[in-house]
């Protein structure tokens, strides 16, 4: 039985990595922070009867700033590979917590690289890089080879751990490889990134619980795929015969404006009547453009993208109005007696 340790593992890349890894037999273990409500509802399924008494899920408690309990953990659970998906993954945010970001974000994969280098393990180690390191994008799309351009203390961090990833790996002979994932979504995406918050508020405003939705900049164009898909791909990685860096995208790009449109359109609503533009969502330097080259994924790993945009879409607006106790053909309050 293979033994896999994740940070993230309560976040959406992360409860769908341990399912994955738990359906094809390992023993996962996962790093989660101290908080004073629970915030495992993405995995607490996976402790159903579903899976088979040798695959076992635990979780430990730690902090992705604090090297010496990472040290500990590699040291104890001595996981074949470590998936590093964890900290402040929010890229507005990072403009308001630029200090902080850089430290869990970034200085973060300097210190699981370390615990693993330290233990002498020969441990395979997937970070997760991101599509934002490209920033200002140099050439369209974006490959494994496309210089970076940062915008955001966000992309500045994944920056830091892509190169740190390969200085380990390229100076100790370490199995570590960076996937660089375009954007990703699902029904168990965050509720303050910009899919989600439209699926959501489609679904209350279908229960006659909202009336408004206040978004930021409509016209940036993002390449956007599902989740499931995308973890499969960093197991892929690990897998391999050699450790390298691989782009994982879908080779389209969307904008903000056209993931609303199909939204609502599904939905059977105009969004133009609950749409508002709130400028303090704007981040500080945009990101206009994101769209990825997967060919060496796709050549090397066997790995591609199944699932269209409109079906992502579709896949999100039905998981936020079965959760709301709403179907999304049902007519919103303000409609009824129309």
């Known amino acids: 039985m293979k033994r896999a340790l994740i940070t993230g593992i309560t976040g959406q890349d992360g409860s769908y990595l341990a399912e ?15 908080a004073s409500t629970i ?10 009867d579903k899976h088979e008494p040798t695959a076992k899920l635990k979780l430990h408690y ?7 309990c990472l040290l500990r953990l590699v040291s104890e659970i001595q996981p074949d590979e470590v998936y590093h998906l964890g900290g402040q993954t929010h890229v507005r945010v990072s403009f308001d917590m630029p200090e902080h970001t850089g430290d869990v974000t970034g200085l973060s994969t300097t210190r699981i690289l370390e615990a693993i280098r330290i233990s002498g393990l020969p441990i395979r180690f997937y970070n997760a890089a991101s599509s934002e390191m490209f920033g200002k994008v140099a050439e369209v799309p974006q490959r494994e080879t496309t210089p970076f351009h940062p915008r955001s203390p966000y992309g500045v961090a994944k920056v830091y751990g892509y190169w740190m990833t390969v200085n380990y790996r390229e100076s ?17 995406r965050g509720h303050t990134f910009v899919t989600r918050k439209i699926t959501r508020a489609i679904a209350a405003i279908k229960a006659g619980t909202q009336n408004k939705l206040y978004l930021g900049n409509l016209d940036a164009r993002r390449d956007w795929g599902y989740t499931p898909e995308y973890v499969e791909g960093m197991w892929r990685m690990l897998q391999h015969d050699t450790p390298d860096d691989y782009v994982l995208a879908t080779g389209e790009t969307h904008s903000v404006r056209e993931f609303l449109e199909e939204a609502f359109r599904y939905a059977g609503l105009d969004w133009q009547r609950y749409v508002e533009i709130d400028a303090s969502y704007y981040r500080p330097a945009e990101v206009d453009l994101l769209i990825g080259d997967a060919s ?12 269209s945009f409109a079906e992502l ?15 999304r053909t049902q007519a919103t309050p303000a409609a009824v007696g129309n």
């Not at 730690?62 to 010496?68: F, I, Q, V």
């Not at 100790?172 to 168990?188: D, Q």
């Not at 060496?296 to 699932?307: D, I, R, Y």
């Open 20 to 34: 994955l890894l738990l359906e094809k037999g390992y023993e996962v273990h996962g790093i989660i922070r101290r």
């Open 39 to 48: 915030n495992t509802e993405r995995i607490d399924h996976l402790y159903s």
């Open 62 to 68: 730690g902090d992705l700033t604090d090297s010496t």
């Open 172 to 188: 100790y002979g370490m199995f570590a490889c960076n996937g660089i994932l375009f954007n990703h979504e699902s029904p168990r």
């Open 296 to 307: 060496k994924a796709q050549t090397v790993l066997g790995w591609s993208p199944k699932t």
């Open 313 to 327: 879409v579709r896949i999100m607006v039905d998981a936020d109005c079965d959760a709301t106790g709403v179907h």
